[in-house]
């Protein structure tokens, strides 16, 4: 079963956190206050506790974009599959775990051509089959340069939320938040026929900033300057 995603909340303003994760944060900031004002250690200890793993997950810090005819990184985490594929096109998946951002960015700068949300499982997003099985957005960006991004937000285990902060239609930037998932995930990119594999299997990368893809045009050339 397929339908729209509805555009659901807007990515953080001054402050260095999702705003996903303030109903949270607040309410365990309150929970800490009350837990030691009425004397409850151990309630308190279990609410401290809560209040850092929301910080720190629902944190969004500002990134330093790379430019130039780049496939950017839409995710933070480890690389899962780095692959290229018969049709000439490249696939790179990335698994994130509770501890890393959970903010996704757009890979170029172009128009959201197509979002389509997919409802289904919450199978351990680090499974090859969590790519098919699972709740899932996939999102497809033309390119500035006429290239055709694929990449998709896909639920975990624990994940249970797909936000996203555009629509169809939408102009983006390299690196632009586009969106986010709740509690543990994955995202999969499939880079077109013209670019080079930048990243392998086992990588830890950071959205907004660790380059996936080069363009083979410019790969070949900084080649050529090396030799």
């Known amino acids: 079963m397929t339908k729209r ?3 659901s909340g807007k990515p ?3 402050l260095p956190f999702a705003p996903q994760g303030w109903p949270f944060i607040l309410t365990f900031l309150i929970t800490t206050g009350l837990s030691f004002a009425m004397c409850w250690t151990i309630a308190g200890i279990v609410s401290v506790l809560l209040l850092i793993f929301c910080l720190n997950f629902f944190r969004d810090p500002e990134r330093d974009i790379p430019e130039g005819d780049l496939i950017i990184c839409p995710a933070d985490g480890k690389v899962i599959r780095a692959e290229s594929l018969k049709n000439g096109s490249i696939r790179v998946d990335i698994f994130m775990n509770v501890f890393n951002v959970h903010v996704n960015r757009a890979p170029m700068t172009g128009t959201i051509s197509a979002i ?3 409802e289904g499982r919450f199978v351990n997003a680090s499974f090859d089959s969590a790519s098919e099985e699972n709740e899932r957005n ?3 960006l033309e390119a500035d340069n006429g290239a055709i991004i694929t990449f998709t937000q896909i639920s975990g285990l624990v994940a249970r939320r797909i936000i996203s902060y555009v629509k169809e239609g939408d102009t983006v930037q390299a690196g632009e938040r586009i969106g986010m998932i709740r509690f543990g995930s ?7 026929d013209g670019y080079t594999l930048n990243v392998s299997v086992g990588d830890h990368v950071i ?3 660790t380059i996936l893809a080069k363009s083979t045009a410019d790969t070949q050339y900084e080649e050529e300057l090396g030799g």
Not at 186 to 192: E, F, L, Y
């Open 207 to 209: 959205a907004g900033k």
């Open 12 to 14: 953080r303003g001054k």
């Open 138 to 140: 996939r999102f497809q």
């Open 5 to 7: 995603l509805a555009l």
């Open 116 to 118: 389509e949300y997919i």
């Open 186 to 192: 994955r995202v999969d990119t499939i880079i077109p």
